[in-house]
T-cell receptor
Framework: GDSVTQMEGPVTLSEEAFLTINCTYTATGYPSLFWYVQYPGEGLQLLLKATKADDKGSNKGFEATYRKETTSFHLEKGSVQVSDSAVYFCASDGGATNKLIFGTGTLLAVQP | SQTIHQWPATLVQPVGSPLSLECTVEGTSNPNLYWYRQAAGRGLQLLFYSVGIGQISSEVPQNLSASRPQDRQFILSSKKLLLSDSGFYLC?????????????FGEGSWLTVV
């Protein structure tokens, strides 16, 4: 079945460091891919998405490129801030429905 | 604009007691509706989804049920809670079915079963 695998956390970085959170997927169809962010005590918010191969999603300095050849959608940011501290979820819709399949989430802690 | 609300935000319930979490969406019609659960230290698990009034699909066999009595109302219930039902419950919606649609989440409900 379809699945999403993302790197284990927590990830602890200093302010202005470079961030990469790895995400890979398996799908029988052609999925759309998403990154959601969850700030402490809140629900999930869409961070960015990509709907086809080679698309790049971007928002708030974060980027992720849909790589079909490596079945990956890694999240990157060039310079993290303390306010980026949150849990980040990679997700796939499997290509056929809106039933999002989520990874386990990666906790990012940014220290000043 | 569309909004989604769910309540209560937090609740502490004894084992064996009933549960009712409610979710409503405003500003749209015929949304797809979802209930997810996030257990402590784990990812999100899809529990139920609905494409219309009275139409409920269950993703995981469990102690919970869902109902959609009105177009924009989605209710998560249990007759007798278990300790393992503790977690963070999220209601969500999309405007229609199709690839690439963003799912929008409510604020979440923290359930602690004691």
């Amino acid at each position: 079945g379809d699945s999403v695998t993302q790197m284990e956390g927590p990830v602890t970085l200093s302010e202005e460091a470079f961030l990469t959170i790895n995400c890979t997927y398996t799908a029988t169809g052609y999925p759309s891919l998403f990154w959601y962010v969850q700030y402490p005590g809140e629900g999930l918010q869409l961070l960015l998405k990509a709907t086809k191969a080679d698309d790049k999603g971007s928002n708030k300095g974060f980027e992720a490129t849909y790589r079909k050849e490596t079945t990956s959608f890694h999240l990157e940011k060039g310079s993290v801030q303390v306010s980026d501290s949150a849990v980040y979820f990679c997700a796939s819709d499997g290509g056929a429905t809106n039933k999002l399949i989520f990874g386990t989430g990666t906790l990012l802690a940014v220290q000043p | 604009s569309q909004t989604i609300h769910q309540w209560p935000a937090t609740l502490v319930q004894p084992v064996g007691s009933p549960l009712s979490l409610e979710c409503t969406v405003e500003g749209t019609s015929n949304p797809n509706l979802y209930w997810y659960r996030q257990a402590a230290g784990r990812g999100l698990q899809l529990l139920f989804y609905s494409v219309g009034i009275g139409q409920i699909s269950s993703e995981v066999p469990q102690n919970l049920s869902a109902s959609r009595p009105q177009d924009r109302q989605f209710i998560l219930s249990s007759k007798k809670l278990l300790l393992s039902d503790s977690g963070f419950y999220l209601c969500a919606w999309t405007p229609f079915e199709g690839p690439g649609n963003t799912i929008y989440f409510g604020e979440g409900s923290w359930l602690t079963v004691v």
